[in-house]
């Protein structure tokens, strides 16, 4: 297992503390491999990713075509891979270069950074045998998942990476568009902590903060976990919002007085505000927080039961059913307020 070997590595890292250096049973120019007690060999080179990496990103839809667009801004050489090539001109624009397959996009990467949909996109992007980034991905680079994922598929696509000796963080980001727009993301980060440091700098160019969470899928919960809060208080913001609307009371002003409880959350007013006014361009849509709370719902394994979970699961999943699956979360809020 995995986590069995970090668990090791970590004791491996403690007991060498004083050496100063780790020994890694593989490894490669640029990164240190999972450290090991069985193994001898040491890592010579433990250079940081440069400044300025050959960054490529898989993935140019709403967050990934932001965060790369930080980094052409901070002077990286970027290639970019996206399914609909043609989302991806501002960044070519921009200086991006452009890749016709994952496989070719990352051959000259320094450092991959995978912002994709869902578990099946990422699936395929890595691992398709012809065109897949991981056929092309050098030894000298390292693959950072960014997408929101199960726990599963991020511990199964670990365990892929590292039989290849292919160095592997999950990386799933906090904050939405304006969040990606202006380089304020929050980073979980999962994998073997001695990878982090190499990527942080890196990191800070796209977010504001950069958290360390453990082991491989770890980073994954992480970012389920704060969906689920978001979306089971949205889901219950839109119920409530239609029943002060049926008792006849002024909304805003008995909002505005919740507001300033402990029940309240930063989130809770601009999702509020954007339910009231009726404007649901999408920052982040119905289908992308039913997605995460149906992932979510995935590592229950159904027992015993997740009925808040569940419930706001399936009200964003109506949501879609009606046709609103690309408004913004808040528009699950018409499903009660006609
Ligand atoms: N939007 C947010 O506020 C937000 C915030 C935090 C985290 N996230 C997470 O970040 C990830 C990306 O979100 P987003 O908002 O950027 O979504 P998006 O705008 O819908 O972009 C999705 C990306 O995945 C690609 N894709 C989808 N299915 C694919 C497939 N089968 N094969 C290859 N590529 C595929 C899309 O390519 P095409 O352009 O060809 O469709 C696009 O590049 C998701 O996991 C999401 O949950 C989103």
């Known amino acids: 297992m995995l986590a069995t070997c970090q668990e090791k590595a970590s004791d491996t890292l403690a007991h060498l503390a004083g050496a100063g250096r780790a020994l890694c049973l593989t490894g490669n120019r640029h990164f240190p491999a999972v450290p090991s007690r069985t193994s001898h060999r040491r890592v010579l080179n433990l250079e940081k990713v440069t400044i300025m990496a050959k960054v490529t990103f898989l993935g140019t839809g709403a967050m990934g075509?932001?965060?790369?667009?930080?980094?052409?801004?901070?002077?990286?050489?970027?290639?970019?891979?996206?399914?609909?090539?043609?989302?991806?001109?501002?960044?070519?624009?921009?200086g991006a270069s452009q890749a016709f397959t994952p496989r070719e996009a990352v051959e000259q990467a320094?450092?991959?950074?995978?912002?994709?949909?869902?578990?099946?996109?990422?699936?395929?992007?890595?691992?398709?045998?012809?065109?897949?980034?991981?056929?092309?991905?050098?030894?000298?680079?390292?693959?950072?998942?960014?997408?929101?994922?199960?726990?599963?598929?991020?511990?199964?696509?670990?365990?892929?990476m590292s039989s290849r000796d292919r160095p592997f963080l999950e990386a799933p980001v906090s904050g939405s568009r304006p969040q990606a727009d202006n380089a304020s993301l929050?980073?979980?980060?999962?994998?073997?902590e001695g990878y982090v440091d190499h990527v942080r700098s890196l990191l800070l160019q796209m977010g504001s903060d950069v958290f360390y969470v453990g082991s491989h899928g770890a980073a994954a919960m992480s970012k389920l976990a704060t969906n689920t809060l978001m979306g089971v208080?949205?889901?219950?913001?839109?119920?409530t919002i239609a029943i002060l609307i049926r008792e006849g009371v002024d909304v805003v002003r008995v909002l505005d007085a919740v507001s300033g409880t402990a029940s309240w959350s930063p989130m809770a007013g601009r999702v509020a505000q954007s339910m009231l006014a009726q404007q649901f361009a999408p920052l982040f849509p119905v289908e992308l927080i039913e997605k995460d709370l149906d992932y979510m719902l995935r590592s229950a394994d159904e027992a015993p039961a997740m009925p808040a979970i569940t419930g706001a699961r399936d009200a964003f999943r109506e949501a879609m059913a009606q046709g609103l699956g690309q408004e913004d979360m808040s528009g699950v809020v018409r499903l009660f307020v006609k």
């Open 65 to 94: 075509s932001r965060m790369a667009m930080n980094l052409l801004k901070a002077g990286h050489d970027v290639t970019v891979w996206n399914r609909t090539p043609e989302t991806a001109a501002p960044l070519v624009d921009a």
């Open 110 to 160: 320094g450092v991959i950074i995978s912002v994709l949909r869902d578990d099946d996109a990422s699936r395929e992007v890595w691992l398709n045998p012809e065109w897949g980034a991981l056929a092309g991905m050098p030894a000298s680079a390292i693959a950072i998942e960014s997408s929101t994922l199960t726990v599963s598929w991020v511990r199964e696509l670990a365990q892929i």
């Open 186 to 192: 929050i980073y979980f980060v999962g994998g073997y």
């Open 233 to 239: 208080q949205v889901a219950a913001l839109a119920e």
